[in-house]
């Protein structure tokens, strides 16, 4: 068998093109000998056509000059990053020895390659998906903000690639950008890259929805460019009158924002109005740049009538990844709302490329961005106690927050993520004084710990020593650094009150002479319904249960057990049970496990009741494997935390299962008459059967959630098709 090259000559003359290019980006930021060292370790590396390949084929060295294109070019990182990026992989494979890169480029570059290699060895390990290695990622991420940039740059590299990634991976990498790489691009600033990795996610996740706003966008396009066109003439007149240089141009949402439109609001494609925003591009120069976004905002609130609520500053107060412009909306022709952002070049470029493109632009310090964002980052990590699931989820929501800014009352600025409260301001300026809080001074006016902050309030925080932290303080307050530090003090009150509660009980027990068994005290703890032996004991700590009455129902249990024991009359071997929480496949569902497993052994997941048809997943569990929804709730965490358990699972064959359950959600008007004709249209179709409904209605509302056993997706969408057309009906939903 014939060794694939490592280079075709095809890719041979793409790399060196690509090379070329990348050379002409960086030039004005090299030194003077690093084009020729480079351009020699590029041939030594193609030369001894050792690298080799993936998995997926994809030649290394050409993700690698694609991604340094991206972070240069689209990202804005310069000599350093770049160069450290090019030569980490061969340093990876051996092919270059660290200790040439230090002699021939320096310590910074070298230290960079070693931080990258760090970062790739975590990955290695499936860092993003292991929960024990997430700590440790997130740690050499804070430790140099170019980490992150060129990692994001590697996963849009990769997810440009996708189409030559197997399933699997594919499907990992979206859930991955989703999830941790969007988000970071969106606290940096990249909002291009970051709509990106999010419409990408959408596509390798949910390709028919995908495919359904990508041609609906299609197909709306000439009306919409007409409308912009209607709407940016009167605009253009009165600016090249007022002698402004600028460039107005439309953008259209991203199919993934608009995707989100659809799920929350729960409207139909036609019904979304904000499908683009026009934007203003002036070309000004600095010391003049405020007073002419607000000149250009003038004139344009003086053709259209501006909605005042949704007027956002942020060349006043800029945001902390260095996001400058002006953004409005106004009533356009037709009645419809449109938005407008006012911003000028130097502003549109570091919009287009966050924080990096600050270093273009002499005497603005864009260091402090860039140190509050890494704090932030610290902060997040500094309780290592927490579940990487906690941590990922505060660590997500403050990348995705943006800013308001408050005054203690000193003078001092404090920054917080909006909808802060004035408990995250106290837990901002120090712990003590957050777990102490019990009210405070906003602008002079006493307000409750929960009351929101807004841009310009001066809060003076007022306290008692007799305040702790509550359970329901986790539900207002939205910095990370607040819910780390209330979950810690919670979960040393409730250790302290769990262990006094274990004492008293044991002393009760000892008071009446009765001897203790652990099993029998655990069994009972399990028939309570406690998930965790610490709720319990902090229930009975907290004197939501009676100890008497406990060792009262301990005793009974123990009873009863005995003279189970005694008169049991078959054996555990000859005892099996079926469970509501998962229902066993039956040998007539035809299953592929793995690429080539049949007659595996599989359940069906409760959480989203997989049916024949659906894009499912393998989950090895301590159960068996358990086949789930590619759509289902739980899908991202799973991916995320246990990668290394997920299998690939596709239906094959003709769906001849008995049936499978599932669970509508039906909204409609309220009417008497409407619950009749859904159950009519439920019975009258084949292959269809109602197993259970349950009806609510508030407000002149009908809310039912119908259960019903189908054959196939096919069968159920033929089913919804013709619910929705019931007269009264709003919604149908699959739970």
């Known amino acids: 068998m014939t060794k694939e090259p490592f280079f075709t000559p095809e890719e041979k003359h793409e790399f060196f093109s690509k090379y070329k290019l990348l050379v002409r980006t960086l030039d004005s930021f090299l030194e003077k000998d690093d084009i020729p060292k480079m351009k020699a370790l590029m041939k030594q590396i193609v030369a001894q056509d050792c690298y080799g390949r993936d998995k997926n084929g994809i030649n290394g060295l050409l993700r690698n000059i694609d991604t340094a294109l991206i972070a240069s070019v689209e990202i804005g990182l310069k000599r350093t990053s770049v160069i450290a990026l090019l030569l980490y992989r061969p340093v990876y494979k051996q092919i270059i020895p660290i200790e040439k890169v230090q002699e021939l480029f320096g310590d910074e570059i070298t230290l960079m390659i070693r931080r990258l290699l760090k970062t790739s060895d975590l990955y290695a390990r499936n860092t993003a998906v292991n929960s024990e290695n997430f700590h440790h990622l997130l740690f050499s991420f804070a430790e140099d903000v170019r980490v992150i940039l060129l990692m994001i740059a590697d996963r849009l590299c990769l997810m440009r690639l996708g189409k030559k990634l197997q399933e699997e991976d594919r499907v990992r990498l979206a859930t991955e950008a989703a999830y941790l790489y969007a988000p970071l691009a969106h606290r940096l600033g990249l909002y291009t890259i970051k709509s990106e990795l999010e419409d990408l996610s959408l596509k390798y996740t949910d390709r028919k929805q995908f495919d359904f706003i990508k041609q609906k966008l299609n197909e709306t396009k000439k009306s919409r460019d007409a409308y912009i066109a209607e709407f940016i003439a009167p605009i253009k007149k009165k600016l090249e009158e007022a002698g402004f240089k600028f460039e107005i141009k439309g953008r259209t949402k991203s199919i993934h924002s608009i995707n989100n439109k659809l799920k929350k609001q729960k409207i139909d494609f036609e019904n979304i109005y904000d499908l683009f925003a026009i934007r203003v591009v002036l070309d000004t120069p600095p010391e003049k740049e405020r007073s002419e976004c607000w000149q250009v905002y003038s004139i344009i609130t003086d053709m259209y009538q501006p909605n005042p609520n949704r007027l956002k500053d942020w060349i006043s107060i800029p945001k902390s990844n260095g996001y400058e412009s002006l953004h409005i909306t106004v009533m356009g022709p037709r009645n419809r709302w449109v938005e407008v952002q006012i911003r000028t070049k130097r502003m549109d ?124 303080w986790l539900n207002f307050v939205v910095t990370s650094k607040a819910r780390v530090r209330i979950k810690q003090a919670l979960r040393e009150e409730a250790a302290k009150t769990a262990d006094f509660a274990k004492e008293m009980l044991q002393r009760r027990f000892k008071n009446r002479k009765i001897d203790l068994d652990e099993a029998t005290l655990m069994r009972y703890i399990k028939r309570k319904g406690y998930k965790t032996v610490t709720d319990f004991y902090i229930d009975l700590g907290e004197e939501r249960l009676d100890a008497n009455a406990v060792i009262d129902e301990y005793l009974e249990l123990q009873r009863r057990e005995t003279e189970a024991t005694e008169t049991a009359a078959r054996s555990a071997e000859q005892y099996t049970t079926t469970t509501e929480a998962e229902e066993i496949a039956s040998a007539k569902d035809v299953l592929v496990i ?142």
């Open 594 to 735: 793995d690429k080539n497993l049949t007659g595996v052994e599989y359940t069906l997941a409760k959480c989203c009741n997989p049916i024949y048809g659906d894009e499912v997943f393998g989950f090895v569990s301590t159960r068996g494997i358990k086949i789930h929804r590619m759509d289902c709730p739980n899908a991202q965490e799973m991916f995320s935390r246990f990668g290394y358990r997920i299998v690939p699972a596709k239906w094959s064959g003709k769906g001849q299962g008995d049936g499978y359950v599932v669970t509508l959600r039906i909204v409609g008007r309220d009417d008497i008459a409407i619950v009749t004709n859904i159950t009519s249209v439920i019975g009258k179709e084949p292959n269809v059967s109602l197993r259970s409904l349950n009806i609510n209605s508030t407000d002149g509302l009908f809310q039912g959630s119908f259960t019903v056993m189908v054959r196939d997706t096919i069968a159920l969408n033929q089913l919804v098709k013709k619910l929705k057309g019931v007269k009264g009906v709003k919604s149908v939903e699959r739970n």
């Open 349 to 472: 470029e570091i919009a287009e490329r966050g924080l990096a493109a600050h270093w273009r632009y002499k005497g603005i310090k864009a260091e402090s961005g860039l140190d509050e964002f890494m704090n932030t980052v610290r902060a997040a990590l500094e309780n290592k106690s927490a579940s990487p699931l906690d941590l990922m989820k505060d660590f997500k929501m403050d990348l995705y927050q943006d800013e308001v800014y408050v005054f203690t009352p000193n003078g001092e600025l404090v920054k917080l993520a909006k909808g802060a409260t004035v408990l995250d301001f106290a837990f901002s300026i120090h712990s003590q004084l957050g777990c102490r809080c019990v009210s405070a001074k906003v602008n002079g006016r006493n307000v409750p710990i929960k009351h929101i902050l807004q841009s310009g309030d001066t809060v003076e925080v007022l306290t008692s020593p007799s305040q702790s932290p509550k359970q329901d």
